[in-house]
């Protein structure tokens, strides 16, 4: 892929999938960012699945792709993953990059195996999870190839440098939150949702096993029954990359007769979602940094966190909406919460000035393009 101008320099993005999850958000900033400073960018994912990412790169005029590997032969035959590998290699080679970004846990192990055979200068592993997968071959290959480590919390910063054996440090970038404009209005919502003063209760979060559903169904049970009264509604918004995940949760909700539950699939007008949410809620049992509970707080809404490592570098340990996995009363209580508007009042506004100065676009930016020269 032949160069407009050899003195600008080659980023590519690699992500997992074209859909819009919090992973996906930030490397969708950090694209941004590398083209409005002068930057030529290309954004390329092993598959599809929503492909709503895809609509926001035509928008923004950022160049995207489908990679000629198939992420499911990580787990097959050592033949059929190795000559996937090598065609991988010629693919990226033929782009000519400078810097390689890769996102999540499979594009990482990926393009670290590969990325000192494509003539790129570095390329950056960005831990966003905390994975549970095994410690497979091409995960050992790209540990061998020592890429630059980068994380957006210190909980995936201590994750990998257990995991990897790591004796320098992990550099730390925090995840910068600018919130996009709403899409659709407030009333446009209300109508999707069938709505009208209903309180509105919503979960950004991926239909993922560890995004733990169940425990919020759970705790949703017990809201309904101590305050039977009170109009409420929750939405669980998000995709499942199997569907058997987001049907084991319908299924739940099915059988055990819950009718205020809204399922909803993953939107690029979260924004707009968001102005119509009374209450935020991520139940996780691990994360990095949740980027949904960031633009939740930027954009005013209370929200309701698990108390898991991640969480707790964003709040204080008095923070009152935080609940305990293990006990779906605690998420009662913490739902309970959320009816006392003068909680609620103090809850917003400490969260928004926390956001706006720890977790600002203008510093993620800096730390990015500092990454490049």
């Not at 002068?38 to 699945?49: D, S, T, W």
């Not at 970004?101 to 494509?118: D, E």
């Not at 096993?209 to 919020?216: A, G, Q, R, S, T």
Request: charged share 25%; net charge positive; hydrophobic share 40%.
């Amino acid at each position: 892929m032949k160069r407009k101008n050899n003195n600008i320099k080659r980023v590519i993005i690699v992500l997992p999938f074209f859909s819009l999850g919090g992973a996906e958000t930030q490397a969708l900033r950090v694209a941004e960012l590398f083209k409005e400073t002068g930057n030529e960018v290309i954004m390329l994912a092993f598959e599809n699945k929503s492909g709503l990412l895809k609509k926001r790169l035509k928008e923004l005029n950022i160049q995207f792709g489908l990679l000629p590997f198939d992420i499911h032969s990580i787990h097959r035959s050592g033949f059929e993953k190795l000559s996937g590998l090598f065609k991988l290699i010629l693919f990226f080679r033929k782009l000519k990059p400078d810097y390689i970004f890769p996102f999540t846990y499979y594009p990482n192990i990926i393009c670290s195996a590969i990325w000192r055979f494509t003539q790129a200068k570095r390329c950056f592993w960005n831990q966003r999870g905390l994975e549970h997968n095994s410690f497979n071959f091409i995960e050992k290959i790209a540990k061998l190839m020592k890429p630059t480590y980068l994380s957006n919390s210190i909980a995936g910063a201590k994750y990998i440098i257990s995991r990897h054996n790591l004796g320098n440090k992990v550099k730390v970038i925090k995840n910068g939150v600018e919130v996009a404009m709403p899409k659709q209005s407030a009333e446009d919502w209300k109508q999707k949702l069938l709505v009208q003063s209903e309180l509105i209760y919503t979960m950004v979060a991926n239909f993922y096993p560890e995004k733990n559903h169940k425990y919020l169904i759970d705790g949703w049970i017990l809201f309904n029954e101590k305050f039977p009264t009170i109009s409420k509604k929750l939405v669980l918004v998000g995709y499942a990359t199997h569907e058997k995940f987001i049907w084991q949760i319908k299924a739940n909700v099915f059988d055990r007769g819950l009718e205020n539950i809204i399922f909803l699939e993953s939107s690029d007008d979260i924004s707009g979602l968001l102005s119509v949410t009374n209450v935020g809620i991520l139940t996780s049992e691990r994360e990095g940094c949740p980027n949904s509970v960031l633009e939740m707080m930027k954009l005013k809404v209370p929200v309701i966190v698990s108390r898991i490592p991640a969480t707790e570098e964003i709040f204080e340990a008095s923070y009152p909406l935080f609940c305990e996995l293990e006990d779906p009363n605690s998420l009662l209580l913490a739902l309970e919460k959320t009816l006392s508007n003068h909680l609620i009042s103090d809850v917003v506004n400490k969260n928004f000035e926390n956001v706006n100065s720890n977790y600002n676009f203008t510093e993620l930016k800096r730390n990015y393009l500092n990454l490049v020269g």
